[in-house]
């Protein structure tokens, strides 16, 4: 092997066992990677030294034949989730310097099946954000270039993309709030997965919006991505959460047959304005599925028009609930103002920890949860919610899948949508229904715009039924055969 970074979890699972690398061998070129990759910016804190230290453990683990999926596999944990005595922030200054006493259960997870960290990963502030323009930290580069044109990786997820896409990790955790797997995903040729709701804790992971966060993956193909699903997944009693059911066999799910299932085409979801190659790939996705034997059926999801504005008060309501911890008392940042008491303390510290975004979304929070617009808002907002999710419950009596465009458009340039909140909340357009309905989806690498960008395709499935989607990614990823790769510029 010349570049060990170059193999997918599942090819460095098999030589893993084979005896023919070992995970120190493997971390140490996944350590020099994270050096090479330091113009991305997707890394904010490394730890090399403990990386090493898991690799040897791995080793051994794997010479005592107790192998797992991803045992000896270095991966990059999103700094959403926290992890023990390593810099936890959730990329923003109001958490300056906290390393938790405990670990996040998925990440515990991780390590429990013998996979190493290489370091915690950029994000936007909270994951509050579309393009990772929002983090204390600094923005993440795209290892995709436009020509002579830095591009976004999306967000919230932007390092873990970032890293995967870029060959700094194997792969990564991240998280999906309204479409912080999906959206980065297509904007980077990585394949994500979301769960449903559920499915993975959310003990240590720093909350956003609590009825929506969930965790999920970031990997360079469909089968890791099954791999490290099925690693990360499952009932923690800490997470009330969290559902008690058992675990499938994600990968067993790959078996490259859909024949005789039913897609379901949502005709909302052509929008006006979108892009001709958003939709010519569309339709380029329906006839790889109908070539592989699925049957197309068209269905309506009427309220799908009301979901963004659902979103954007759902989850800046729980974003201010949320985020009223941080005050400067117990931990993080503590700003102090000359002869102030305990109010002004408070405040300093919040205007100064808090990032333009993460102050928006908390006003807004708190606006629509206050006296008299309760009712107009938020209570409305949770109602059209649930219509959205009957909306979906109906659909799946008629199809076992659903495809979408991930996103409306390829990566952007830094600053294109950075000034204008609405246009970038629209990024979110595609993936934003299926997080206010809990449903487990996919994003898949499925070809490349005219700039030579990359465009993902959506795969959702039912509640629980993450097998399915699975299975249809990976026909789809067969179909579209996306070998491209970015150009290793930033080495």
């Not at 795209?142 to 932007?158: A, E, F, H, L, Q």
């Amino acid at each position: 092997m010349t570049d060990l970074t170059k193999l997918t979890i599942a090819d460095a699972r098999d030589l893993l066992k084979k005896g023919d690398i070992t995970s120190r061998e493997l971390t140490e070129a996944h350590i020099e990677a994270v050096e090479a990759a330091d113009a991305l910016n997707a890394y904010i804190a490394k730890t090399p030294e403990m990386a090493l230290e898991m690799a040897d453990k791995a080793d051994a683990k794997i010479k005592a034949g107790e192998q797992t999926g991803m045992t000896g596999i270095p991966v990059g944990i999103k700094d959403l989730f926290a992890t023990k005595g390593v810099h936890t922030q959730a990329c923003s200054h109001i958490l300056d310097g906290f390393k938790p006493e405990y670990e996040s259960t998925v990440s515990q997870k991780l390590w429990d099946d013998g996979a190493v960290m290489l370091g915690k990963l950029n994000m936007d502030e909270f994951a509050m954000g579309s393009s990772n323009e929002t983090s204390f930290y600094g923005p993440v580069k795209n290892p995709w270039r436009r020509g002579d044109t830095d591009t976004v990786p999306g967000g919230s997820s932007g390092g873990s993309v970032a890293s995967v896409a870029g060959f700094a990790a194997m792969g990564a955790t991240a998280s999906d709030t309204g479409g912080s797997i999906r959206q980065p995903a297509s904007f980077t040729g990585t394949f994500g997965f979301k769960p449903t709701y559920g499915r993975c804790s959310r003990y240590g992971m720093v909350a956003f919006a609590s009825s929506l966060d969930q965790a999920g993956t970031i990997t360079r193909t469909v089968r890791d991505g099954a791999i490290m699903m099925e690693s990360i997944a499952g009932f923690d009693a800490k997470d009330s959460t969290s559902v008690d059911m058992p675990v499938p066999n994600f990968e067993a799910a790959l078996t490259g047959d859909i024949r005789g299932m039913k897609i379901g085409i949502p005709q909302e979801y052509h929008l006006a304005g979108m892009p001709g190659e958003i939709e010519a790939l569309w339709h380029q996705g329906i006839e790889w599925m109908k070539a592989a034997g699925a049957e197309i059926v068209d269905i309506n999801l009427p309220h799908t028009k009301y979901a963004l504005p659902t979103y954007y008060i759902v989850a800046p309501a729980e974003a201010s609930s949320n985020l009223a911890r941080y005050d400067g008392v117990r931990y993080g940042l503590r700003e102090t103002v000359q002869g102030g008491g305990l109010v002004d303390m408070y405040e300093a510290t919040r205007a100064a920890g808090f990032g333009d975004e993460v102050k928006r979304r908390i006003m807004i929070g708190t606006y629509v949860l206050s006296a008299g617009y309760y009712d107009a808002y938020y209570l409305k907002a949770q109602k059209v919610r649930q219509l959205i999710a009957n909306d979906f419950k109906r659909a799946f009596e008629k199809v076992d899948a659903i495809l979408t465009p991930t996103a409306p458009s390829a990566a952007f340039a830094p600053g294109e949508k950075s000034d204008d909140p609405i246009a970038m909340y629209l990024n979110d357009v595609f993936t934003v229904p299926a997080s206010l309905a809990g449903l487990p989806g996919s994003s898949v690498p499925a070809g490349l715009d005219a700039n030579g960008l990359p465009l993902g395709l959506q795969i959702l499935g039912k509640p629980w039924d993450e097998e399915t989607v699975f299975k249809v990614s990976g026909v789809m990823e067969e179909a579209a055969n996306f070998t491209a790769k970015p150009t290793e510029w930033w080495r």
